[in-house]
């Protein structure tokens, strides 16, 4: 059967899916931006994309098995879901809340997010990514991810970078005595800068990084490369799991 | 001579190493002594090392692939690997109301799923069910019920709660993209490290699995298992029934580690026997000489060693807004400004968030709504053993909505069977078609805003159920015995 060499293959990951639908980028070299300090810890997914909100208006979103669809995201053409942390920007009655880091001046510009311990824990939420990076945000700067949610950052151009707690701490304390001070994230040199601050190094998973480099999904490339070597070690699995193949007499449906 | 005493010989032993890379022995004196489940499954499947701890592993059973998703890859010209390894539920937006089925009104909650599945079934994916398939369900019901799960297996998918799966004894994890696996059948992942949380001491009475998960999550912390992958065991664990042990790793992502596994047992074997998907009478006893070289040995090493003494615990329920915030049913809810230094700000929120008063007692607190269902509980044990705390009893007339949502459509038509549905309609709970429902809060089920419902699921977070809605978490015979009472309640008085 004719294979397609894997430098020809076509990409049609995530990422590409995230790009073609949304025009944003889901490359990340370095970035020069306000940074805003929102430091609540065990920010849950649901919290940062409330999934009640954005699945009762079924033009912002479609779940299928588990698994985002991003073409349904689509309304006319445009995406007009609502905001990241809907719950925190709006009081129940619809007006915005001001004590909302993100709903005050310069942070309304912000797009580097310092945020608490254990970020976006929770459910696998896609959206949550996808409405941080709808709502201006390229980084997000915290002590720790949540592991589905760090994972999901990588496919839409969004940079979780993890520093100790410490560290967070002080740059929120320097972006809290000067917030119109940009803040520049390097990822190609893997470092924070801000004038006035010593810079500081971070550290993201080579293939990760190299991902958001190119903006696109480089695993599937990697993983389409090792094809033969998987074909070989299901066709060996064949013959020692025989069962997890075999279907015999099923009814039909 | 036959083959083993030919192995035996000087020859034959020269043969068989000859027959094996160099780099395989050198992985395995490098990995001496650390024969965990973990590592058993996990190095059977690795295709490739990718550089430092990170391999590419072979995927044995993927939840996922929507029609949409198929077709889009078979029009671009992908060529899609292994459709035999796939199944998929739509299970997250379907409503669960009886006219689910023919009744478009619903709207969101209405899908033609059905010609979904069956669009699937013609790209040759066989394993598609839709909403009228007596094997739909949750997807984490309908994988072990139907004997798609077994041990040994690496196990993927994009719901979080997919680590349910590995209480039959294999690894499973959520947040892939399925897209990705039908086009290479194998992930990217790095090598977790090995945690070991053993359960020890006795259950009380009222005491179940579900209190169980609660009271290690309360006791380890939300982020306890990051980069973890965590094995319960311990002879409360042993004890459990095969679907007592999907409640307990159901929960093992909200320890945030993605993936919970139980060694698998006698119970996991005789559960999985005569099940669909299950290895054939022609197969069975070759799967399950297999399947009995999985269980970690006595001298296995884990990076990292919890214990909970379940000794003393009383059935637990939570307070707050992570399931961290789990309480025994006789404590009183905690005061912020004594919670450790780290949490109080989280416990502030709670407490705001909940409009519950530190100090109070838990039990009483007046609740709204009732929910019985999810992937964590919705099995036929837990149905049964709700319905017997409720039978001859009824919901009290403070609550405005007490659901009873089964796991699949087996689970269903079982509980049918047995007259459980009979039970539940005559203390005045709604039965249901099978889903994910108020669980999630997102498929036309949801809890009204500003209710306060108990629940059976995983996720008490703000607005997980329905915007502005308060969850607190409980085991399934909680839960019946609250509805009852129109409070929180002390299962023990109902026993």
Redesign the interface.
Known sequence: ?F??PAQF??H???AAQFVRHTGMAAQFVRHTGIAAPFR???L?S??IA???????D?HAV????????L?AHRHDGSWNGPHAFH?FRYR?DGTEDPDFVLNREPYREASILLAG??FG????QAFAAIRLRQCGMRVVIAP?F???FH??CF?FGLLPVTLDEQVVEELADQVGANPEIEMTVDLARQVVERSGMAPVAFRI???RRLSLLQGR?T??L???Q??E???E??ER?RRR????????D?RD? | MNRRDFIRTSVGAGLLVSAYPRSLFVRLRAQGGRGTLFDKIWDAHV??N??GE?D?L?V?RC????P??VM??VE????L??P?IFY??????VSTSPARYDDPAL??GWQPYEELADEM?ELGF?KA?GQF?PRYGI?HVVGPETGLS?P??VLC????HTCTHGAMGLISW??E????IL??????R?RPRTMRVNIVGTLGPGVCAKDVILRTIAQLG??SG??YAVEYAGPVVRALSQEARFSVCNLA?EM?S?TGMVSPDDTTYEYLAGR??A??A???D??LA?WRTLPTDDDAVFDREETIDMTGVEPQVTWGI?PEHAIGIGERIPDPDRAPA??R??YR?AIEYSRLTPGEPILGTPIDEVFIGSCVESRISDLRAAAAIVEGRRVASTITSAWVVPGSNAVKAQAEAEGLDRIFADAGFEWRESGCSKC????GD?VEPGHRCISNSN?N????????TNTILASTITVAASAIAGSIADVRTFL
């Open positions: 059967m294979r397609r293959v076509r049609t990951g995530m609540q810890p065990d849950e649901e919290l409330p999934v009640g909100v954005e699945l009762r079924p479609h779940l299928d098995g588990g698994d985002v669809r073409d719950g129940p311990r254990n824990q929770g459910s696998q720790s949540g592991p589905v994972d999901d496919d998973d080579a293939r999904d695993t599937l990697e993983r389409l090792h094809t070597s998987a074909e070690m299901r699995d799991r025989p069962w997890l193949y075999n279907e015999p099923r449906p | 295709v490739a990718l550089g990170t590419l072979q044995d939840i996922g692939g929507s949409t998703q889009r890859l671009e010209g992908v060529e690997r292994n035999e998929s539920v739509p299970d997250h937006t709207g969101w079934r066989t069910f398939d997807m077994q040994g297996m998918a994009g719901d979080s959520g947040g993209n399925s897209e990705n086009r290479t059948g194998t992930v990217i790095r939300t982020d990051t980069g992502v945030a993605p669909e998907f290895p054939s022609r197969y069975w070759q799967a297999f992570n780290n949490k700000a989280t929120q999630y809060g997102s498929n949801y996720r977070y703000i607005g997980r159920q329905g915007r502005d």
